[in-house]
């Protein structure tokens, strides 16, 4: 089978805004099989397989499902796969995990569960049927905004201080200080790292880390032959030692070597480029 690789993204309904950053549509088929690393982001993210289950495993412990969701974490993750890979992949922020789902983003920090663990049965059972009955990405994109508009929860939302300190984390790339975080807030700087990493998962400090290292990520995959001192410059490190150092930690391995690795290609989207 000649291997083939397709991408696609997708808004969520206007009512999930706030909630739902994007769907991303993927299949790859024909490819060997190998190991995917799944690498520490600012999202909770659930994945529904439209193929086999999703072999996941982290440094505490490991899931196979057909629908698995995972906080934010900040060790790299891994996915087996047979050398297809057929599914639907969402972007929630954190800070909507109680909304729409009734659960604290906390309980999730460094894990992966089955879906159907935090949704229920019933609804992931429902939800996973939708997706795999539709048969256009956009499609399967509004099952998936149909079921969790049904299914949002009335819940206190994160406080204001929390979320003013998640946009001055997200829009700065990660580059204000905890110290300066607590000042705008109103906050001491012990409080607002308690309280943050209670409603949004991680504390400040490293999901700062992890914000700037997604960064350069992104900036990786849109341009690989960027030289790394460029790449560490324009995402907002010191140098490319910290740079190298962040990879390292994050995902396991440096910029180049983790390129290397990937043995799925980086495609570029198809349609509809998200905003947000």
Do not use: C
């Amino acid at each position: 089978m000649e291997a083939a690789a397709e991408a696609v993204t997708g808004r969520p309904a206007p009512a999930l805004a706030g909630l739902v950053t994007v769907y991303r549509g993927y299949r790859y088929t024909g490819f060997p099989p190998g190991r995917h690393v799944g690498l520490p982001g600012r999202h909770i993210t659930f994945v529904l397989s439209l193929e086999d289950p999703l072999e996941v495993s982290w440094p505490r412990g490991a899931v196979s499902t057909t629908a698995t969701i995972g906080g934010l974490h900040a060790d790299p993750v891994t996915i087996t796969h047979t050398g297809t890979q057929v599914g639907v992949h969402v972007d929630v922020l954190p800070t909507a995990l109680p909304v729409l789902f009734g659960l604290p983003p906390g309980e999730l920090t460094g894990t992966v569960v089955a879906l159907a663990d935090v949704v229920g049965a019933t609804v992931g059972r429902e939800l996973e049927e939708r997706v795999r009955a539709a048969r256009s990405w956009p499609a399967r994109f509004a099952a998936i905004d149909r079921v969790l508009l049904r299914g949002r929860r009335s819940t206190l939302p994160p406080s204001r201080e929390v979320l003013r300190a998640w946009d001055l984390l997200v829009h700065s790339q990660g580059a204000v200080p905890v110290t300066a975080l607590a000042h705008e807030v109103g906050w001491s700087r012990r409080h607002l790292s308690e309280r943050f990493g209670r409603e949004v998962g991680l504390p400040p400090k490293v999901l700062a880390r992890v914000v700037r290292f997604q960064a350069a990520v992104d900036l990786l995959k849109q341009d690989p032959a960027r030289s790394l001192a460029d790449l560490a410059a324009v995402a907002g490190y010191a140098d490319q030692s910290h740079l190298n150092r962040d990879f390292r930690t994050l995902a396991g391995a440096s910029p180049t070597q983790w390129l290397a690795a990937e043995d799925l290609p980086l495609v570029q989207d198809g349609v509809d480029q998200p905003g947000g």
